[in-house]
C-alpha cells in the first residue's frame, strides 16, 4: 500500500503545462458542474476555450473554479492530480495577452463558432500523487512540449 | 473535426459500470472542490471510501454533488465523459444494502483506517462522447467485469 504524496509547485506547473485535456469545476446555482476540456497553459494561467451558452461561457466569468488534471495507471496502481484554483474570467480574443496568443491553442476536436476564452489564472496550484519511486511526467500519454 | 455526440442512459450506466478512478465535485463554503478517487458502482449507487476528516468526509453528506468518469484518446483525437449527479450520503459499513456488500471495492492504492463509505445514489446519468464510429467501452484502459 502507497502513501499519497504532496507535490511541489514547480512539479504541478510542469504536470499542467505538459497536458492537454482537463475539467473545468465550477458552481451552479444548482450545485457543483464539471466540464471536461481541452486547455492550454500560458504563464500563469489556464485558458479554454468556449461557445455562446455553454456551461463555462455563463457561469464561469467572475467565479471560484478550479481546474483538474490527473493521470493514473491501472497497472502500476498509482496515479497523481493537480488542481489549480482561482477565479475565471472570460475575455475575448483582443483581451489575450502577447504570450497567450503566441501559445498553440488547445487541441481542437470539436468546432464550435463563434467562441470566446475562459483564462484562469491561478491563485493556488497543488497536487498530489501516489506512492514514491515513479515519475508522473515520464508516464504522461501526451506531453505538450512548448513553453 | 467531430460533433459532440449524447450517450444514452444505458450507455452511461455501462461505462460508468466498468470504470475504476473517478472525480468527485462538491461545493465547500469556499467554492468548488474536486477530489480524485477510486470507487465502484453498485447498483444505482456511486460507492468510495473515505476517511475522516477528508475533504469527501466533511462536505459530501448530504450535499448536491457530481461524480465524473471519462476517457480520451489523443491518437485519435476523441473521448467520453459521464457525469451522475445526485445528493451524496455518508455511509457506515452496516448502513451498505447487501448488494453493495456484495460488490468487490474500489481498489486500494492507499490505506486509510478508520474508514467510511459515501454513497451517491444518483438521480441524472449523462454523457457525451465526440464524434461517432468508435467504441468508448472498447477503448477503456482498464473494466470491471462484476455486476
Redesign the interface.
Known amino acids: 500500500?502507497?502513501?499519497?504524496v504532496e507535490l511541489t509547485y514547480d512539479e504541478c506547473e510542469e504536470l499542467l503545462s505538459a497536458g492537454?485535456?482537463g475539467?473545468f469545476?465550477?458552481?451552479r446555482p444548482?450545485?457543483?458542474?464539471?466540464v471536461?476540456v481541452n486547455y492550454v497553459v500560458a504563464g500563469e494561467a489556464v485558458l479554454v476555450r468556449t461557445a455562446p451558452g455553454a456551461l463555462l461561457d455563463r457561469y464561469a466569468d467572475g467565479?471560484?473554479?478550479?481546474f483538474?488534471v490527473?493521470q493514473?495507471s491501472?497497472e502500476q496502481?498509482?496515479?497523481w492530480?493537480v488542481?489549480a484554483?482561482g477565479r475565471a474570467e472570460r475575455v475575448t480574443e483582443s483581451q489575450l495577452t502577447d504570450e497567450e496568443r503566441r501559445v498553440p491553442g488547445p487541441?481542437?476536436?470539436?468546432?464550435r463558432e463563434p467562441e470566446s476564452w475562459i483564462r484562469l489564472r491561478w491563485i493556488t496550484l497543488t497536487g498530489r500523487r501516489?506512492?514514491n519511486g515513479w515519475s508522473p511526467l515520464a508516464e504522461m500519454?501526451?506531453r505538450r512540449v512548448w513553453r
Open positions: 500500500m502507497s502513501e499519497i492537454a485535456f475539467r469545476v465550477l458552481t444548482t450545485g457543483p458542474e464539471i471536461p467565479s471560484s473554479v478550479v483538474e490527473d493514473v491501472y496502481g498509482h496515479g492530480s488542481v484554483r487541441p481542437r476536436w470539436v468546432s501516489v506512492g500519454p501526451v
